[in-house]
């Protein structure tokens, strides 16, 4: 069975700019969620959203915007893009809701 | 809000040595708890999970950890390292109820062969 998989895995932006992530999770998983991963302060909770509804969400300003498709397909969206926004993003699938997640490789977004 | 505390950021053993790193979590709820790896350039991996029942817990690759509640406490131990467990090992917490996983920090584990 495919892992959770993450495009793309490397991004490059500058400031202000506006950058869009996908994540496809394991087949048959309809939970995702969404961490940032920074030196400075770790693995912090993104969103989650399961059967296509935003079910909860982290400390993150509403530059940090996300969906989930039909297929449970996930996107996250970063606008108007700061410095501090450089990390790794991983995205993480559970069959359901309350089971183990399972992590991609993340997107490693450097802003310039 | 959870807070999960790994008090330990870098360890540096030798083969066969035994491992114990530590895990200690705020909010005394209903809890789920994991350990996760990170080898080198690889992507978080599952260790361990606990969920109910006996707080003895066994991993992959011969780790297990013990929940201990009144400590709020969730122990990674391995009887014998090995120089492949160089990586670094993420203790996490879920809230019952919420699917938000609440990490510590990290402990660097090193093995020198």
């Known amino acids: 069975k495919a892992g959770v998989t993450q495009t793309p895995r490397y991004l490059i932006k500058t400031r202000g700019q506006q950058v869009t992530l996908s994540c496809s999770p394991i087949s048959g998983h309809r939970s995702v969620s969404w961490y940032q991963q920074t030196p400075g302060q770790g693995l912090q909770f993104l969103f989650e959203?399961?059967?296509?509804?935003?079910?909860n969400k982290g400390n993150f300003p509403g530059r940090f915007s996300g969906r989930q498709f039909s297929n449970s397909r996930s996107e996250m969206n970063v606008s108007t893009l700061e410095l501090g926004d450089s990390a790794l993003y991983l995205c993480?699938?559970?069959?359901?809701?309350?089971?183990?997640?399972?992590f991609g490789p993340g997107t490693r977004l450097t802003v310039l | 809000a959870q807070s999960v505390s790994q008090h330990n950021h870098h360890v540096i053993l030798s083969e066969a040595a035994s491992l114990e790193l530590g895990c200690n979590y705020s909010y005394g709820g209903t809890v789920n708890l994991f350990w996760y790896v990170q080898y080198p350039g690889q992507h978080l991996q599952l260790l361990l999970k606990y969920f109910s029942g006996d707080p003895l817990v066994k991993g992959i690759k011969g780790f297990e950890a013990e929940f201990i509640k009144s400590k709020f406490s969730f122990n990674l131990r391995k009887p014998s390292v090995q120089w492949s467990d160089t990586a670094e090992y993420f203790c996490a917490v879920r809230n019952f109820g919420n699917e938000k996983l609440t990490f510590g920090t990290g402990t660097r584990l090193t093995i020198i062969p």
């Open positions: 993480a699938s559970s069959l359901a809701r309350a089971n183990e997640q399972f």
């Open positions: 959203y399961f059967s296509e509804t935003q079910r």
